[in-house]
């Protein structure tokens, strides 16, 4: 605060001005010998009699005074904050990260990691593209930074067009090229701020792992599985990848952690590896090379939300973001059928359609979990003690098991997929017959 206030002194020299009218004029009186102008030599001696407080409370604050001074809290606050802070730091311990723990414990790297991230984490750069997309090359147009998505507002058609894949072949459009990002950085982050892997990158780095012993197996998420083979070679490169990390870490086998859809993708990969006429490794190859797949949230049966992605592009994500810029997918550069066209080219998504039929996901009448509704007394429960015996748990939880309800439960399925109203109509759907000219 010293220093804006010296700041303050040096910059502005307090000046005391008078303005007189030109109606009235000093009075003279005569004074013995002198001339005296009256009641001017009066107010300058009454001036001097004001201290420097009051004459500036009467003079008034200007604009420089209020922002020296406004320069002079802000830092105050700041030196305070940053010395509770410093004292803070020996007095409260910061929570130890799952890295630092094992690195205390002694554990340190041993088998090989490879990441296999999931459908839109993995980021995507341009290669080649029309005339719109002067000075994107080799600049992301999806995911790990926010110039990716400062693209998408500034050039929102041209966005679409370059995300966009053939209708007919399922792979680049004619002059464009969008391949995936290589490395580690490829699915750290998906926005600034939002990540996906960096924190168990980070937290594997600590006891040891680098990229001679991780690997981030990016793939275009946007191509179907035997494409990224086609265009990219993605599946041939991830089998040299494991190959050379399992020699070069002394024959130690390889530990693979596939995420979401990535999961459905390294599966597919173990079948074509092995086949004669995919990778061609035999038999033997994923015994000999893999030690073991830990899925991270794995699609076997396909997401729910991807059928309103094919049909209408209105999912939770399109919700949250409506409200918070209303009207975005409205204009006239972004509509939603645009982004509903964009999502139809990416065959990827049909790998995530539900699979399992009525059995896993019911139908119009019912779902898997309206049956499982329990009527149990969790008051009950609650009074019970911690020191009962097993079999005293069993016999004081007879009166509050699980039963199914007796009465009609409502129909589930169908207020799901419509309304509540269509939950009372009848099962049976009229027969529709097309007749085809």
Not at 25 to 31: A, D, I, L, T
Not at 45 to 58: I, W
Not at 168 to 176: H, K, Q, R, V, W
Not at 368 to 388: A, D, G, T, V
Request: aromatic share 10%; glycine share 10%; net charge positive.
């Amino acid at each position: 605060m010293g220093s804006a206030l010296w700041l303050r002194n040096l910059t502005v020299k307090p000046c005391s001005f008078r303005f007189r009218s030109s109606q009235s004029q000093p009075e003279k009186h005569e004074n013995g010998g002198g001339v005296s102008d009256g009641p001017v030599e009066e107010e300058k001696m009454g001036r001097r009699k004001l201290p420097n407080r009051a004459r500036a409370r009467a003079r008034g604050w200007s604009c420089i005074d209020r922002c020296c001074w406004a320069i002079g809290y802000l830092c105050t606050i700041w030196w305070v904050v940053l010395f509770i802070y410093r004292l803070g730091v020996g007095c409260f311990q910061v929570p130890e990260s799952p890295g630092q723990r094992l690195r205390r414990e002694g554990l340190t790297a041993l088998h090989p990691v490879v990441l296999v991230p999931g459908i839109v984490t993995g980021g995507l750069e341009l290669w080649e593209g029309r005339p719109c997309a002067q000075g994107l090359f080799r600049k992301r147009l999806w995911g790990g930074s926010s110039s990716s998505f400062a693209e998408m507002i500034k050039r929102p058609r041209c966005w679409l067009e370059h995300l966009s894949l053939d209708n007919e072949t399922g792979l680049d459009p004619p002059g464009i090229r969008v391949r995936a990002v290589p490395g580690l950085v490829a699915a750290d982050y998906f926005a600034p701020g939002y990540f996906v892997w960096a924190v168990l990158i980070e937290n594997l780095a600590k006891i040891g792992y680098e990229e001679k012993n991780m690997h981030m197996a990016a793939y275009d998420w946007r191509l179907s599985f035997q494409n990224t083979e086609v265009r990219d070679s993605s599946l041939s490169r991830l089998k040299s990848k494991i190959e050379l990390m399992y020699m070069s870490n002394g024959y130690k086998k390889v530990v693979v952690v596939p995420h979401s859809m990535g999961v459905i993708y390294f599966l597919h990969f173990l079948k074509w590896v092995e086949s004669p006429i995919g990778g061609g490794g035999g038999t033997g190859w994923c015994a000999k090379h893999i030690k073991a797949i830990m899925n991270i949230a794995p699609a076997f049966l396909g997401v729910p939300k991807t059928v309103s992605y094919m049909l209408s592009a209105e999912a939770k994500h399109v919700a949250f973001l409506r409200s918070v810029a209303p009207g975005v997918f409205d204009s006239e550069i972004v509509r939603l059928q645009n982004v509903m066209r964009m999502f139809r080219t990416w065959d990827s998504v049909v790998s995530l359609l539900p699979k399992g039929g009525e059995t896993i996901w019911g139908n119009l009448d019912w779902s898997p979990e309206q049956n499982h509704q329990c009527k149990c007394n969790f008051q009950i429960r609650k009074k019970r003690k911690s020191s009962l015996s097993m079999a005293n748990n069993s016999q004081a939880g007879k009166g509050c098991c699980c039963r199914l309800k007796e009465e009609e439960t409502p129909k589930y399925g169908r207020i799901i997929s419509f309304s509540l109203p269509a939950a009372e109509l009848p099962s049976q759907l009229p027969n529709v017959t097309f007749e085809v000219d």
